[in-house]
């Protein structure tokens, strides 16, 4: 049984993904209604036309929208009781809040989310405040005080070096030396890990 999903773009429906059975990969087509009159791509990889995107092309795209952070991706699965491979069926659970402006949702439930604009609720700058306040005292899946840069000793390399792909060695000035640092030619090296950041907004319950 083929699964559908539409694709939204600035509140615009401009084409369905689409796979044929939950094992299988996905492929993309643009609605011939925005063919019409639409110009602006999903992405710069997928342009507007007639003929439908296979999934080598697509699968990328849809991977790029969801968390990077293997255990933010396997939380949310495991959350949600879905597979932490299947990009599909975990765009059709959260696809109502990806980066920018696409979304993604089950034909049956477009409706909802378009009127999902009435129950935004405005949010004090002090509430805004206290919201971030607590998530610095609270430990997320796979963002350690490492990962983050934000160990003791680790401040001053933070704030020279950003961290590159996960494993590469940097040269930075040395911090105070601590267990993890390693001195060597009047520089620490430190192995730096980077904490990729999450592509949406968690569902009631997840956690970034």
């Known amino acids: 049984m083929t699964e559908t999903l539409l694709v939204v773009?600035?509140?615009?429906?401009?084409?369905?993904l689409e796979r044929a059975t939950p094992h299988s990969e996905p492929i993309f087509r643009y609605s011939t209604a925005y063919l019409a009159s639409g110009t602006v791509p999903l992405s710069l990889r997928l342009p507007p036309r007639a003929e439908a995107y296979p999934a080598r092309l697509v699968t990328p795209y849809i991977e790029g929208l969801l968390p990077e952070n293997e255990a933010t991706r396997n939380d949310w699965a495991s959350r949600l009781r879905l597979a932490n491979s299947d990009a599909f069926s975990l765009l059709s659970r959260m696809g109502w809040d990806c980066p920018g402006a696409v979304q993604f949702t089950p034909p049956d439930k477009i409706n909802t989310m378009r009127a999902r604009g009435s129950m935004l609720r405005p949010v004090s700058e002090r509430k805004i405040g206290d919201r971030l306040r607590a998530l610095g005292r609270t430990?997320?899946?796979?963002h350690s005080r490492m990962s983050t840069g934000h160990s003791p000793g680790n401040r001053a390399s933070s704030r020279s070096s950003r961290?590159?792909?996960?494993g590469t060695a940097?040269?930075?000035?040395?911090?105070?030396?601590?267990s993890s640092s390693r001195v060597?030619?009047?520089?620490?090296?430190?192995r730096l890990w980077s904490t990729p950041p999450c592509a949406l907004r968690?569902?009631?319950g997840l956690r970034w």
Request: net charge positive; glycine share 14%; hydrophobic share 25%.
């Open 9 to 16: 773009l600035h509140g615009e429906v401009v084409g369905e």
């Open 139 to 142: 430990r997320h899946p796979g």
């Open 163 to 166: 961290a590159t792909a996960a």
């Open 170 to 178: 940097r040269q930075v000035p040395p911090p105070r030396p601590t």
């Open 184 to 190: 060597s030619g009047g520089c620490v090296t430190r």
């Open 202 to 204: 968690p569902w009631p």
